[in-house]
């Protein structure tokens, strides 16, 4: 099943023309908003309208995580504080980070998380628990408003034990289950030191988070589970979960490019490379409000697949690779 239609399906045509007209509101407003990217569109004498198209947001410099702890906690704001819902604050190394969201970037969030949830094999009628992933982390957020909104019944992490978790799973027949992939393999281990066989348990969509899952771990996983984990790709500390998600088709993860512009480029020279080959993902946000960020460096170094996907979905892929630090 495919959440929603109208955007995962849309022509490369009509996704281009919808991210262009994005990009110019969205560079029209930081230009008129923000402190941070006026001065350096400034510095560069790019103003608003020679950065009209996709092909020209290259021109601009890249946004770091220092970015955001220089400008820590309202700098990159683009609206008085009034406007803001949440704030999610997280350590950069030594120094603090802070992201702002409105209400409208948290009901993004949640309309994403539905896509990719969905993409995985969640449905209404889904008992849904993440696992290993502390309650007040940004992902554990996202995630719950997108079980809320298609309709499926989230249930509390169980924090006791292993042992707990692995009966909370049977008890409740927790049919989808996010976690990491350590997490998900010592509770594999625990499972079969206790006499349950994982692949008994009644779980049916098992949700992995990217950042932290080796080609190896999932094979894993899949071996011991009997199910193929769907990685879920966000920036913990930044934009949380619901950027890219995989469906069944082992292809990649799809970005979720109406709201997230992906470019890669080369990670020495900066150059922007052609869609195929590998280098660092930049992600700009076009649908946040608060603290929208252009040309983010991620760190995740990945190619991009736009051929179509089996599943119909025409959103772009990301293919991961083995180059990541993934434990
Ligand atoms: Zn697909």
């Known amino acids: 099943m495919i959440w929603n239609q109208q955007v995962e399906m849309l022509s490369r045509a009509d996704m ?69 819902s949440y704030i999610h604050t997280s350590q950069n190394g030594k120094k603090n980070a802070a992201m702002s969201y409105t209400r409208n970037d948290m009901g993004m969030w949640s309309e994403l998380m539905s896509r990719i949830l ?11 628990q993440w696992a290993g992933i502390m309650e007040e982390h940004i992902p554990s957020i996202g995630i719950s408003s997108g079980i809320q909104r298609i309709g499926a019944t989230l249930l509390p992490e169980c924090r006791s034990s ?23 393999l010592q509770l594999a281990c625990e499972a079969s030191s206790k006499g349950y066989k994982p692949t008994e348990l009644p779980l049916q969509n098992i949700f992995c988070d990217a950042n932290f899952v080796s080609q190896n771990q999932s094979e894993e996983i899949e071996q011991v589970y009997g199910k193929k984990p769907n990685q879920v790709y966000g920036i913990y500390d930044i934009w949380g979960m619901g950027i890219a998600g995989e469906c069944h088709c082992n292809a990649g993860l799809h970005i979720q490019e109406d709201c997230f512009y992906p470019e890669i480029i080369h990670p020495k020279s900066g150059q922007v490379l052609p869609i195929g080959e590998t280098g660092e993902l930049l992600l700009t946000s076009l649908t946040l409000e608060a603290m929208p960020l252009l040309r983010f460096c991620t760190g995740i170094i990945c190619s991009l697949d736009d051929s179509p996907c089996a599943c119909g979905r025409t959103l772009i892929r990301m293919r991961k690779s083995a180059e990541n630090n993934c434990s």
Do not use: H
């Not at 042992?163 to 350590?182: K, N, Y």
């Open 118 to 128: 969905v993409a995985g094999g969640v449905n209404v009628t889904s008992i849904f």
């Open 162 to 184: 292993k042992v707990e978790q692995l009966r909370s799973i049977e008890d409740f027949g927790v049919t989808s289950i996010f976690s990491t992939a350590c997490y998900l």
């Open 16 to 84: 281009t023309a919808w991210q262009s007209y994005k990009l110019a509101k969205l560079i029209e407003r930081v230009y008129e908003k923000s402190i941070l990217y006026k001065s350096r569109m400034n510095e560069y004498e790019l103003l608003p309208e020679k950065i009209a198209n996709l092909n020209e947001l290259k021109r601009l410099p890249v946004t770091t995580k220092q970015d955001i702890t220089a400008n820590y906690p309202y700098g990159l704001l683009t609206m008085p504080v009034s406007g803001v």
